[in-house]
C-alpha cells in the first residue's frame, strides 16, 4: 500500500527551522500572554469578549481561550497571506532551510477559505478579521483558484498541483522529482545522454527506479551549478551544464488525489457557511458561491481520470506531465501505482464526499479495506478501536468531521471510542495533547510516524513523545465535554505554548522543551474544529445539491445475521486436522487444537445470499480454556462478486481471554465495505510451537444500529 502522504517539496526538500535563539524570545512571549490571559478572563467576565464563537458554550472556557490564542495566527499583522494571490503560506517558520513562507499546499488553502467564510457568516467572530474584510479575502482566493485551475502550468483537467510556490507573486508548481532516461536521451544526444545518465547515478544527484529507467532525483547540498565535480567534472562546461540542470528542474504538474479531495469538501464547507440565515442573500456571498462551484464543477474530468475501474480505487495520484501515475519502484525494478485503498486515513471524508458530490461509483468506497485493534485502558479494559497506518490521531479522526459522521451510530461510536482512547494515553503518559503527525522535535524533522502504537498497522516504531495541539479541534467536535476537562488538566503546559501569532506546534515530553513550529493547515484545523460549524455547513450543501438522501444510503444499516444460525455452514480447519476436535450444536461451536500452524473457523450464509454488515455491532460470546492472543476475524465476498478482491482486507484482530463466560462487542463502521460479505472467518495464526486452544463460542452476532443517521444527536 502507499502511504497515504502528500508530496514534501516545492524545491525537493521538506521545509527545515530550528534556532535556539528564539528560546528568550518564547520566555518573553509567555510572560506577555499571561498578561493577556488576564485581561481576557476580565473581558470574558464582564461579557465584552473580542471573540464570539456561537457553538462553543460559554463555560467551555480553556477552549475558548485555546481558540482566541489560535486566532491571532489569523492576524493580517504577521503576513502569513500572500496580498497577490490572496492564499495562506505553509507556516510560520522560515529561517535555516525551511522557507515556509515561500509557498503553500491544498489543504491550508482550503482550510483559510473555510475560515473566512466562516467569520463572513458570524461564527467565528474575531478582533483580526471582520465580516466584511472575511469576504473580501475570501473573494480573492477564490478568484485566484479559478485563475490557477485554468493554468497548465498549475493544473491539469482541473486540479490543481498540491504545492505552490509563492516567490515573487508568482505561483509555481514544483520542480520534478523524478526523471526519464529516454528525457535525457532525447534532449542531449543517445551517446552523451547516456554517459551522463551513469554520471549523474554516480555522483547521486539520481537513484535509480523501474529498471534503470527512471531516476529519482536526489536534492542536497551538494547538489546544483557549484557542484560538477568528480564524475560529473567533464560536463562543467557553462552551457552543457545549464542544460543539464534545465532537464533535472524542470517543473511539473504532479496532481495529488487526498488534497485536491480536501480542497474540494473545505470549498463546499465554505459554500455552506455562506449559505448561512444572516449571509446568503448578500450580493457578496451569493458571487463567491456562485464560483466556488464553477471550481468544483471544474474538477469533475480530473477526478474521472483518477478512478481506475479495473480495481474500483482512485490512484493516489497522477503526474501530468509524463502522463504517469504516482507510484513507486518495488524494489525489482518494477513500477507499483499507488492507489486509495486504506479506509481509515485523514482524507476518508473528503474522498467520501468526492464520491457523492461527482456521482462516482461507490466501489472507490467499497474497495477499500481497514483494521479494527484492541487497546487497553489504564483501568484495565479492552475496547476495539479502527487502526491507522501509524496510529495517528490525524489519520484516525481527519482534520475535520462534515459527513454526518456524528448522526451516524456506527461512525459516531467508532469516533467516540477514539477520542476516548487518545485522552487515556495522553493522560497516562502525561502528554499535553495527542500524538499525530507533525513536527517531532528532532532537530526539524517532519514526520507521520507519530501515534500510538496499538492502534497502528505498521510494524515500525513510533514516536510517542511528541504530541501536538491540532486534532483537539477535531476531537472537540466528537466529545467536547471531555475535551475540555482534558485541556483544563493539561492547561498549564499547554499555554506554554501560546504566542503572539499563535499556538506553537507542541510539546517534545522526552526533553521537555516546546516544539517551535507552525503551520497553517495544522492551526486552521484547530480553529475549525473548535469552532464547531463544519457538520452544519456541509448539511446545507448537501441539500442544495440534494446529495443528503445519497449519503443515508451510503450509511444504511446492514443485516440482523445470527453466524451460529442452523441455515449457515461451520467450517473448521487445522493445522493437524487429526488432532481437532470440532462440534457444533445449537447456540454454541467447540474448537479444540494443540495449534502450530494455525486453524480457525469460518461460517458460511446460505447459497444464493450475501449480508451487510455495515454500521452494526459485532457481538462475540466464549468461553475459553487458555489465553488466545491475536485472533483474526476476516471478511470474504461471494466468488461471484463484480469487485476484485481488496488489496487491503478487512480485519479485526481479537484477544480471548481464559474464561468461563465473557464477550467481546466490536463496532463495525458505516462503509459498503462491509457489504455482499459471503463468509466470516475466525482464524488462530501458527505459533510456532504447538499452543493449545480450546474455545467455545456461544454466540456470534451481527446486530445493526437502529437508524442511518439520527436527527437528535
Known amino acids: 500500500m502507499v502511504r497515504l502522504q502528500t508530496p514534501t517539496n516545492v524545491q525537493a526538500k521538506r521545509p527545515r527551522w530550528w534556532c535556539l535563539a528564539m528560546v528568550p524570545l518564547l520566555a518573553t512571549v509567555s510572560v506577555s500572554l499571561a498578561a493577556s490571559d488576564q485581561n481576557l478572563d476580565l473581558r ?38 500572500d496580498p497577490v494571490s490572496g492564499y495562506p503560506v505553509e507556516g510560520w517558520n522560515q529561517d535555516q532551510g525551511l522557507f515556509l513562507r515561500s509557498f503553500t499546499q491544498l489543504t491550508a488553502i482550503g482550510a483559510w477559505v473555510e475560515l473566512l467564510a466562516n467569520v463572513a457568516a458570524g461564527n467565528a467572530d474575531n478582533p483580526y478579521l471582520s465580516r466584511r474584510d472575511a469576504l473580501t479575502g475570501l473573494s480573492l482566493a477564490v478568484a485566484t483558484l479559478l485563475d490557477d485551475q485554468g493554468n497548465p502550468a498549475l493544473a ?41 545518465w551513469l554520471a549523474l547515478l554516480e555522483k547521486g544527484w539520481l537513484q535509480a527506479e523501474d529498471n534503470g529507467r527512471t531516476g529519482r532525483i536526489r536534492r542536497g547540498a551538494t547538489y546544483g551549478a557549484a557542484h560538477f ?38 470549498l463546499a464547507r465554505s459554500a ?73 486515513n485523514e482524507f476518508r471524508g473528503p474522498w467520501t464526499f468526492v464520491v457523492l458530490r461527482y456521482g462516482l461509483p461507490t466501489v472507490a468506497l467499497r474497495n477499500a479495506g481497514f483494521k479494527i485493534k484492541p487497546y487497553r485502558h489504564g483501568d484495565g479494559r479492552d475496547t476495539y478501536a479502527l487502526a491507522a497506518w501509524d496510529g495517528s490521531a490525524f489519520q484516525l479522526l481527519g482534520l475535520s468531521l462534515f459527513m454526518e459522521e456524528l448522526g451516524n451510530p456506527g461512525w459516531r461510536r467508532s469516533l467516540e471510542t477514539l477520542v476516548d482512547i487518545e485522552l487515556d494515553f495522553s493522560t497516562r503518559h502525561r502528554l499535553p495533547g495527542f500524538l499525530s503527525e507533525a513536527y517531532s522535535g528532532n532537530g526539524t524533522e517532519y514526520t507521520g510516524r507519530i501515534g500510538i502504537p496499538d492502534l497502528a498497522v505498521t510494524d515500525q516504531s513510533l514516536i510517542a513523545h511528541a504530541p501536538s495541539l491540532y486534532t483537539l479541534g477535531v476531537a472537540y467536535l466528537i466529545a ?36 517551535p513550529y507552525q503551520t497553517t493547515a495544522h492551526t486552521l484545523s484547530l480553529l475549525l474544529g473548535g469552532i464547531n460549524s463544519a457538520q452544519a ?82 457481538a462475540i460470546r466464549y468461553r475459553s480454556a487458555t489465553e488466545v492472543r491475536d485472533v483474526v476475524i476476516s471478511f470474504k465476498r461471494a466468488s461471484d462478486d463484480p469487485l476484485p478482491a481488496p488489496a487491503i482486507p478487512i480485519e479485526i484482530f481479537a484477544h480471548f481471554k481464559p474464561t468461563q463466560d465473557d464477550d467481546i462487542e466490536i463496532v463495525l463502521p458505516a462503509t459498503p465495505a462491509l457489504s455482499g460479505i459471503k463468509e466470516v472467518t475466525l482464524s488462530f495464526p501458527p505459533r510456532g510451537q504447538p499452543t493449545p486452544v480450546d474455545i467455545v463460542i456461544t454466540g456470534f452476532d451481527v446486530l445493526p444500529f437502529a437508524a442511518a443517521l439520527d436527527a437528535s444527536r
Not at 461579557?47 to 482566541?68: C, I, K, M, T
Not at 552551457?239 to 533535472?248: N, P
Not at 469533475?300 to 501530468?320: E, I, K, M, N, S
Open 480 to 515: 467536547p465535554e471531555k475535551v475540555e476537562h482534558f485541556l483544563r488538566e493539561h492547561w498549564s503546559r499547554i499555554s506554554g505554548l501560546f504566542t503572539e501569532h499563535g499556538p506553537w506546534e507542541g510539546w517534545d515530553t522526552a526533553t521537555h522543551r516546546v516544539i
Open 272 to 344: 455552506g457557511a455562506l449559505l448561512g440565515t444572516e449571509i446568503r442573500d448578500d450580493p457578496q456571498a451569493i458571487m463567491i458561491r456562485e464560483r466556488i462551484e464553477r471550481f468544483i464543477e471544474g474538477q469533475r474530468a480530473g477526478y474521472a481520470h483518477l478512478f481506475d475501474p479495473a480495481t474500483g480505487a482512485f490512484v493516489f495520484g497522477w503526474d501530468a506531465t509524463a502522463d504517469r501515475f504516482v507510484g513507486w519502484d518495488d524494489g525489482q525494478g518494477n513500477w507499483v501505482t499507488g492507489q486509495m485503498n486504506y479506509f481509515v
Open 537 to 618: 455547513n456541509m448539511r446545507r450543501y448537501l441539500d442544495e445539491h440534494t446529495l443528503y438522501g445519497q449519503l443515508e444510503a451510503l450509511y444504511e444499516p446492514g443485516d440482523r445475521v445470527n453466524l451460529l444460525a442452523a441455515e449457515n455452514r461451520i467450517l473448521a480447519w487445522s493445522s493437524d486436522p487429526s488432532r481437532l476436535e470440532f462440534s457444533c450444536k445449537p447456540g454454541a461451536c467447540r474448537f479444540a487444537s494443540p495449534l502450530a500452524d494455525g486453524g480457525g473457523m469460518t461460517f458460511v450464509v446460505p447459497d444464493g445470499r450475501t449480508v451487510s454488515l455495515s454500521n452494526s455491532r459485532l
Open 156 to 196: 491539469a483537467k482541473g486540479l490543481l498541483v498540491n504545492f505552490l510556490g509563492l516567490e515573487g507573486g508568482t505561483r509555481m508548481g514544483p520542480l520534478q522529482e523524478s526523471i526519464q532516461k529516454s528525457t535525457l536521451i532525447e534532449t542531449l544526444g543517445d551517446r552523451e545522454g547516456s554517459v551522463i
Open 229 to 266: 565535480d568528480g564524475a560529473l567534472a567533464p560536463y562543467a562546461e557553462e552551457s552543457l551544464k545549464s542544460a543539464i540542470l534545465e532537464i533535472l528542474d524542470r517543473r511539473v504538474i504532479t496532481i495529488i488525489f487526498g488534497d485536491n479531495a480536501n480542497l474540494t469538501a473545505a
Open 44 to 81: 470574558q467576565a464582564s461579557g465584552d469578549s473580542a471573540f464570539n464563537y456561537p457553538n462553543v458554550p460559554p463555560e467551555h472556557q480553556y477552549l475558548r481561550r485555546l481558540l482566541d490564542n489560535a486566532f491571532q495566527y489569523a492576524n493580517p499583522a504577521h503576513g502569513l497571506v
